[in-house]
């Protein structure tokens, strides 16, 4: 399966940016799913997972302002980025958890200016 990432951007401190990720075929259909980031210089790092019963986790760092979701055809997930802070500057991807190397895409970069 192959993952798209999308929705990035430049935005200012406290604003909100919307992410999709679109599977390619069949979709991600009963597979845990996550969406990761990496700032420059930084391992990548999960941040918010969805499992199959819609069960969600966050890391502490962003808990209480990311949301991460799915539609009912298991093919797009998708992550609302609210209260953006300049710590949130990565490229951000989704993968499933834990993640499968050959389906790493392009990444979408998300820019958080102070």
């Known amino acids: 399966v192959q993952l798209q990432a999308s929705g990035g951007g430049l935005v200012q401190t406290r604003k909100s940016l919307r992410l999709s990720c679109a599977a390619s075929?069949?979709?991600?259909?009963?597979?845990?799913m996550g969406w990761y980031h990496q700032a420059p210089g930084k391992q990548r790092k999960l941040v918010a997972r969805?499992?199959?019963?819609?069960?969600?986790r966050y890391a502490d760092s962003v808990r209480g302002r990311f949301t991460i979701s799915r539609d009912g055809a298991w093919k797009t997930v998708y992550l609302e980025m609210n209260n953006l802070k300049p710590e949130d500057t990565a490229v951000y991807y989704c993968?499933?958890?834990?993640?499968?190397?050959?389906?790493w895409g392009q990444g979408t970069q998300v820019t958080v200016s102070s």
């Open positions: 969805i499992s199959v019963t819609g069960v969600t």
């Open positions: 075929g069949s979709g991600f259909r009963f597979n845990i």
């Open positions: 993968n499933r958890d834990p993640p499968d190397d050959s389906s």
